[in-house]
Every structure is written in structure tokens, then in C-alpha cells.
């Protein structure tokens, strides 16, 4: 029903800032809370963030708490991942989904392929 693309993920040193976006296709981008989500090497998926449908309303994961920001643009169908000081603990496969709001990964009925994003020290 409704497609995501992941990009903007890459390799970066500690400290640095990377965006992901979250491209959705279809029209109806704005009938969804969105989230992100990332798999480390050997670790099961976890939760990062989420933003209501309306992007007045953001809840986010304490280990990313002050260093991450999701936003969305519901006119270019795209959510995004501002992400800051990062450290090499950040080093994961980012999925964007779209579904209801919250942390729990059965809200989200649809998934993005997910994006590498690498941080060395």
C-alpha cells in the first residue's frame, strides 16, 4: 500500500552528523506516524523514533535522547533522521517504517529496506 526508500546512510567518524531520509510513495504519506529503527551487527532491531502524522509530536529512544532529531514533510511525502555526535555504538542498518505512533515494532505495518550507516573511531 504504501513504499519506503531509505538513503543517506555512509561512513562518518565519531562525532560527525549524518541526515536519512525516508522517501514514501502514494498520497496518503500524511495518514501515518512514522519510525526509525536500527539492527546492529549480532543485536535484534530496536527502537530509535517516532513522529506523529501531523510532525508535532516526537517520542525517541534514551540512547539517542538529545543527539537525534525526527522530523517529516508531509507536502514531499519524506520523513527525516538528523543525526548528531554520533558515536560507534550508532553503527547499524536503519529502517524507516510507517503505522502508528510509538516504540513497539507491531505498530508499523510497512518497511523501508534499511540503510547503512557506519561510524568509526
Known amino acids: 500500500q504504501v513504499q519506503l526508500v531509505e538513503s543517506g546512510g555512509g561512513l562518518v567518524q565519531a562525532g560527525s552528523s549524518l541526515r536519512l531520509s525516508c522517501a514514501a510513495s502514494?498520497?496518503?504519506?500524511?495518514?501515518?506516524?512514522m519510525g526509525w529503527f536500527r539492527q546492529a551487527p549480532g543485536k535484534e532491531r530496536e527502537f530509535v523514533a517516532s513522529?506523529?502524522?501531523?510532525?508535532?509530536?516526537?517520542y525517541y529512544a534514551d540512547s539517542v535522547k538529545g543527539r537525534f532529531t525526527i522530523s517529516r514533510d508531509n507536502a514531499r511525502n519524506t520523513v527525516y533522521l538528523q543525526m548528531n555526535s554520533l558515536k560507534p555504538e550508532d553503527t547499524a542498518v536503519y529502517y524507516c517504517?510507517?503505522?502508528?505512533?510509538?516504540?513497539?515494532?507491531?505498530?508499523?505495518?510497512?518497511w523501508g529496506q534499511g540503510t547503512q550507516v557506519t561510524v568509526s573511531s
Open positions: 517504517a510507517a503505522g502508528a505512533y510509538g516504540s513497539s515494532q507491531s505498530l508499523y505495518n510497512y
Open positions: 502514494g498520497r496518503t504519506f500524511s495518514s501515518y506516524s
Open positions: 513522529i506523529r502524522r501531523s510532525g508535532g509530536t516526537t
